[in-house]
């Protein structure tokens, strides 16, 4: 087959544990079958060496478009607000040097702020949300030879020079949606000739907030995933590295938590992926060694019948074929307290699942309100539900993580105490608790405080580690336009990075600490390790401080899962958490055997 031309796809994470950049094989599939050949530089491996291997690589070869994937912004760990932009910029500004190939981003984390960071970036092109078709049309369009003046395609965030980022408006979901306006919105026509032009306040609807974005999404091909070969993502070499596989079975979601960037990043309606094609891709994946493959859905179980639909598939093939690798499979989800019934159980065990993650969050109903929500604000769980799913878990053989977040609006001494004793007398396998939230443009949460700064105020409870004085966020009808005010999140009024980050002002900290825009809650993290027995801790993952204790839980460059992974110990890592000091002196078993035991 005759190739269109090249498309130059970018991996700058150089995070470990690596995490295999699966939205590159989702757009190398989607590239491929349009007919572009599509080169993979990932530069997890390549710490010491990546601006030579960039280097190498555009001497030789002359992509037509380079994409680039920003999985994170940041740590998104609020007790240590490291940004991950810089490095990526200093990718981009290296591509830059080295070739005149426009280019584009993607990702979660760059949805998340997307025209802030074309703008930081200084990039041409951004999608936000799925970007397999629409990283197709825009490289059909520069094969066409098309002028940037003439590229015209939905849904594509297009920079027209510094400080002016424009979205082409995508299909018509909604005959009432604004257009989408540039970074500086337009004025209106004046009403008479003596009057001054009205500037057009923006809204969120219009900069592409909380819509469908199912209309991107690739949902009937299986996803090409490979291992071992050139300028593709090598599945196995992750696997083998950082333990797991993953599998995306739907996007989106149509819940509306206050604290999730994903109903806004992947789009609030689901695009579930076909059954068949899901279940070829893990077929592959396994085939190939990765035995564990982990859900990157925002909720494994929110529609569930499509989710009970595709576990019998698997069921089906391991029943039916004796020499089908999806018996090696072992499944890891995430899933939310309800849906979750006995069937459902009964399912996941039958394909091979070895854990289920639990984003409980919390156990008192007046915290969970207006914060777990659907989209029309009602809470859709208790923590009764938590307990059953809990318990068919471990009657069916699964592992269990159920992790609760503290520091929202309302958060107290008394509800978070209550919170911890529940959650321990679940006895679930592990239990997570994390501290504060890292605020990011379009979260529920985000938005409301942003309007009760007014953009003349500070609230109590705004944090981060690197402010200067008070953190006062403006609504984005009083901003210039999107790009400010997604960078006040990330950037201070200088330029330099300052995360901001929410801790409830109501935790039992010392006087002042509320108050002070860079105040770090030590009190309600000391109470959490304070009211959690010492002969508990070996189930419990604690938030911690920086040097407060070598059982840091943060993901990204951890001591603890970078050595589970040189010992060879494959699934989710908090499956390991109860044996880590068994492990880590050569005591313990590996994750095959210990799941083939609990089952």
Not at 58 to 82: H, S
Not at 97 to 103: K, M
Not at 384 to 413: I, K, Q
């Amino acid at each position: 087959m005759l190739r269109k031309g090249t498309v130059a796809l970018i991996n700058p994470n150089q995070i470990h544990p690596p995490i295999a950049p699966y939205a590159l094989d989702v757009l190398t599939t989607a590239l491929e079958a349009s007919g572009f050949e599509a080169h993979v530089l990932d530069l997890t491996f390549h710490l010491d060496d990546w601006r030579q291997t960039l280097r190498d690589y555009f001497r030789a070869e002359r992509p037509l478009l380079v994409g680039v994937t920003c999985r994170n912004t940041d740590t998104v760990y609020a007790l240590e607000q490291r940004p991950f932009v810089d490095g990526y910029k200093a990718v981009i500004d290296e591509v830059r040097r080295l070739t005149a190939a426009p280019v584009v981003a993607g990702g979660v984390g760059f949805s998340t702020m997307p025209f802030a960071l074309v703008d930081y970036f200084g990039i041409e092109y951004g999608v936000k949300g799925p970007g397999e078709k629409i990283i197709c049309d825009l490289a059909r369009a520069l094969a066409e030879g098309r002028s940037a003046d003439r590229i015209h395609i939905p849904g594509l965030l297009v920079n027209r020079g510094p400080g002016n980022v424009t979205r082409v408006a995508p299909p018509a979901l909604d005959p009432r949606a604004a257009p989408a306006p540039s970074s500086s919105p337009s004025p209106s026509p004046a009403p008479s000739s003596s009057s001054a032009p009205v500037p057009v306040p923006l809204s969120f609807a219009a900069v592409g907030h909380h819509e469908s974005r199912a209309w991107q999404a690739e949902t009937e091909l299986p996803y090409t995933r490979r291992s071992g070969e050139p300028y593709k993502v090598d599945n196995l070499r992750y696997y083998r590295e950082g333990g797991l596989g993953s599998i995306l079975t739907k996007n989106g979601c149509v819940y509306k938590c206050s604290f999730c960037v994903e109903p806004d990043a992947k789009g609030t309606q689901f695009a579930r992926r076909g059954i068949t094609a899901v279940v070829d891709e893990m077929e592959a994946l396994t085939a190939q060694g990765i035995h564990d493959l982990h859900t990157t859905d925002s909720e494994f179980n929110l529609s569930i019948a499509h989710s009970k639909n595709l576990l019998r598939e698997i069921v089906r093939r391991r029943d039916h074929d004796a020499t089908s690798p999806l018996r090696d499979l072992r499944l890891w989800v995430y899933c939310q307290p309800s849906p979750f019934d006995e069937e459902f159980a009964e399912l996941l065990a039958a394909a091979g699942c070895a854990g289920v993650n639990i984003g409980a969050d919390h156990t008192r109903p007046e915290m969970l309100d207006g914060w777990k929500v659907t989209a029309k604000g009602t809470r859709y769980y208790d923590f009764a539900d938590t307990e059953r799913l809990v318990e068919l878990c471990h009657r069916n053989g699964m592992l269990t993580m159920v992790e609760a977040l503290f520091g929202m609006p309302g958060e107290t001494l008394e509800t978070m105490r209550d919170c911890v004793d529940r959650m321990m007398e679940l006895d679930a396998t592990v239990t997570g608790f994390s501290l504060g939230l890292r605020l990011l443009p379009y979260m529920g949460l985000a938005k409301s405080l942003a309007e009760q700064c007014d953009g003349v105020r500070t609230v109590r409870g705004l944090q981060s580690n690197n402010a200067s004085g008070p953190i006062v966020l403006k609504q984005l009808h009083q901003c210039d336009g999107p790009i400010e005010y997604e960078r006040q999140f990330m950037f201070d009024e200088s330029g330099d990075f300052r995360l901001v980050c929410y801790f409830s002002p109501d935790l039992p900290e010392a006087p002042g600490t509320a108050d002070s825009p860079d105040g770090i809650w030590r009190a309600s993290v000391d109470f959490l390790w304070d009211r959690i027995p010492k002969s508990e801790q070996y189930r419990v993952m604690l938030p911690t401080l920086s040097g407060s204790s070598e059982n840091d839980n943060n993901y990204a460059d951890n001591p603890f899962l970078t050595s589970l992974n040189r010992k060879g110990y494959t699934g989710a890592f908090w499956a390991h958490w109860r044996d880590r000091e068994a492990i880590m002196s050569g005591a313990a078993l590996p994750l095959g055997e210990l799941a083939e035991a609990v089952r």
